[in-house]
């Protein structure tokens, strides 16, 4: 049997922490349930999943829809396009079949590209080996996820660039009944020529991007995003900060610069160092412009803003001596203390 293999690069740039994650974590799961239920895609599709933040790494290599189980998706610093573009090519050599005069290799790879951020690495080089190498014989979707993926960049990649547009909550659940849709369209349509079909995408959800103009830039992040370690268990934390909308008011006061409210605060896990691309000197951002402060995930402690001389952040209750995390000095907290100060951000 002749396998279809699909392949999904995934972003997991600490942007996407929160919502997007999990989301993403069970819509493969759906999508995956879905599959295993269709005869056709048991029989055809395989599945890898490759993630993307600071690197990029294939999770879980081509396998089975029966044997295939969704990933704990990592979270890092950086949106590394450019070595995920690399990767998936690397993969596409290494695991995919190809047809001699004597072999049916496998059918022409499908790859699902999301990413919500624009690339911090290098694309040219990537993109020109694409078009070069590989273009012709994979199909490549680009989903766009929210209004501050880089598109222009995508465009140059393939002619299949969707932006999906979060607006209520049941979105997600649609957007992967359209992913999974797709994935079972194609097992069925394997050996016909032709592309990809996105035309089915009828509702507001997915827009097919057909133009893109050099004047459409890339808005800035819309988050801030910043990395802490509980005192107690040392685990790390990353806390989200949202951008408020221009013009915001706070007790009276309007804010004409951008400020950014706590969204959330997450527990995360210890590869996230390794996910992430080494932080550029200088991308800090000031405590005066984030509004909120959560609480720590990992021990609860009503703050999770402490902050070291050796730069380190982490949860804080109330006054008095705490040995930092980070650096191991004891750092002695006053009350009453907590001016404004820099602190380091991360790439998104
Ligand atoms: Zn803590
Ligand atoms: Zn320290």
Redesign the pocket.
Same mark, same amino acid.
């Given at each position: 049997m002749r396998r279809l293999p699909v392949f999904f690069v995934l972003d997991v740039s600490e942007s996407m922490i929160g919502d997007n994650l999990k989301n993403m974590e069970e819509g493969m799961q759906r999508i995956m349930q879905t599959l295993r239920t269709d005869p056709y895609a048991l029989e055809t599709v395989h599945m890898s999943v490759i993630a993307f933040a600071g690197m990029a790494r294939t999770l879980v290599p081509l396998l089975e829809v029966a044997s295939f189980y969704p990933p704990r998706l990592p979270v890092g610093s950086g949106t590394a396009l450019g070595a995920a573009l690399r990767h998936l090519m690397q993969e596409l050599d290494r695991q995919v079949i190809t047809s001699t005069p004597d072999r049916k290799g496998d059918w022409k790879p499908i790859i699902y590209l999301l990413t919500d951020g624009k690339p911090t690495d290098q694309v040219d080089e990537a993109i020109r080996t694409w078009h070069d190498r590989y273009a012709r014989r994979a199909q490549l979707v680009a989903i766009a996820i929210g209004r501050y993926a880089d598109l222009s960049v995508l465009k140059r990649l393939t002619d299949s660039v969707l932006v999906f547009e979060q607006s209520n909550s049941g979105d997600f659940a649609k957007f992967i009944q359209w992913m999974s849709a797709s994935v079972l369209s194609q097992s069925r349509a394997v050996g016909q020529e032709g592309g990809i079909t996105l035309a089915k995408t009828d509702n507001a959800l997915l827009t097919l991007v057909k133009d893109i103009t050099s004047s459409d830039g890339v808005p800035d992040q819309d988050c801030v995003v910043l990395v802490g370690r509980c005192r107690r268990t040392r685990h790390p934390y990353l806390m989200k900060y949202e951008r408020v909308s221009p013009n915001f008011e706070i007790e009276g006061i309007t804010l004409s610069t951008p400020h950014f409210a706590v969204a959330g605060c997450y527990p995360i896990s210890e590869d996230y160092f390794e996910w992430s691309a080494p932080e550029p000197e200088g991308l800090v951002v000031s405590t005066e412009v984030l509004l909120g402060v959560p609480g720590c995930p990992n021990c609860g402690a009503t703050s999770a803003f402490g902050r =070291?001389? =050796? $730069? $380190?952040l982490f949860c804080l209750s109330g006054d008095g001596e705490v040995v =930092?995390p980070? =650096? $191991?000095?004891s750092?002695l907290f006053l009350p009453g203390g907590g001016e404004d100060f820099d602190v380091q951000r991360g790439r998104g």
């Open positions: =070291c001389h =050796c $730069g $380190g =930092c980070w =650096c $191991g000095q750092v």
